[in-house]
């Protein structure tokens, strides 16, 4: 039985990577819709990037009705709000949880983003029922699924870890994250035995220093992370929008091999993946 299901809507890190060369992998940005058995619709969406376009095709011709969950504000994970067709029309509603930070109100947050003159609209432009929630992390419930973040290293403003549990099967997402600015006590309590585990993977071993100047993870740390935390699974998420499909299948290779007991693989734009628990 289908408990948890993932459709990758978009895989890619830091911009939107179009060509001949991106086309197996996908190009959008950051952008993963959460459903709880088959054939159901998505009420659940982590980030907003390009990929977020693709959602409105999953819904068979109905409007948005749930939630979206945004680990931070960077370009290439709200990008895709304004061009949601399923969530802009009058009778969607959306909740969107941003990290709240400076004090400012969760609209006023997308403001940063979403106003003149960096765009023609404001949040207020968005049709249909919009909330804007500036969420501390904290557990709640969000349309069914049990949630809570905590902070993790990245630059330019908070970025959140998400944890989403549901009847007994769990995933955590870090698409932007610098293990090696520091991994906490309350991110490894967050991660600690997840079913799947998806993580930025935007470098290799040899680009640390710009990766980490970035605010991104390598392939190795991802994999080590997830070996120390528990994780029964590692999907690699956020690919550098200049890794070809030829580059990334190489690392799908040698990464397979990294941690003998550990699958891992990489995630592809399109994929619909099925989340067990452990023990199944």
């Keep these: 039985m289908?408990?948890?299901r993932l459709h990758l809507l978009g895989v890619r890190g830091s911009t939107a990577a179009p060509g001949a060369s991106f086309v197996r992998y996908g190009?959008?940005?950051?952008?993963?819709?959460v459903t709880h058995q088959a054939g159901s619709v998505p009420t659940l969406v982590l980030d907003a990037g390009t990929g977020l376009r693709s959602l409105t095709d999953r819904l068979?011709?109905?409007?948005?009705?749930?939630?979206v969950l945004l680990s931070h504000?960077?370009?290439?994970?709200?990008?895709?709000?304004?061009?949601?067709?399923?969530g802009d029309r009058d009778d969607a509603r959306v909740d969107l949880y941003l990290p709240a930070q400076g004090g400012a109100s969760g609209r006023d947050l997308l403001a940063q983003t979403l106003s003149p003159p960096a765009f023609p609209i404001t949040p207020e432009g968005l049709r249909g029922a919009w909330g804007f929630h500036a969420w501390d992390g904290s557990a709640r419930d969000i349309e069914t699924f049990a949630v809570r973040a905590v902070n993790v290293s990245h630059k330019g403003g908070r970025t959140f870890a998400h944890r989403v549990e549901r009847d007994?099967?769990?995933?955590?997402?870090?698409p932007d994250h610098a293990p090696a600015g520091g991994v906490s006590s309350a991110l490894l309590d967050l991660l600690s035995g997840v079913d799947l585990l998806v993580h930025d993977a935007q470098d290799l071993d040899g680009e640390r220093p710009v990766g980490f100047e970035n605010g991104h993870a390598t392939v190795q740390e991802a994999v080590a992370l997830a070996v120390e935390c528990g994780a029964s699974a590692l999907l690699l998420f956020h690919h550098s929008p200049s890794r070809t499909d030829d580059a990334l299948d190489e690392i799908g290779t040698w990464a397979a091999g990294l941690a003998p007991g550990l699958p891992v693989t990489l995630a592809r734009e399109g994929d619909v993946l099925d989340v067990h628990p452990a023990q199944v």
Excluded: K, M
């Design 73 to 86: 504000l960077h370009w290439d994970h709200v990008q895709g709000l304004p061009f949601f067709a399923g």
């Design 60 to 67: 068979h011709g109905r409007a948005y009705e749930g939630a």
């Design 27 to 33: 190009g959008h940005t950051s952008c993963i819709a």
């Design 168 to 174: 007994g099967v769990s995933l955590a997402y870090l």
């Design 2 to 4: 289908v408990v948890v």
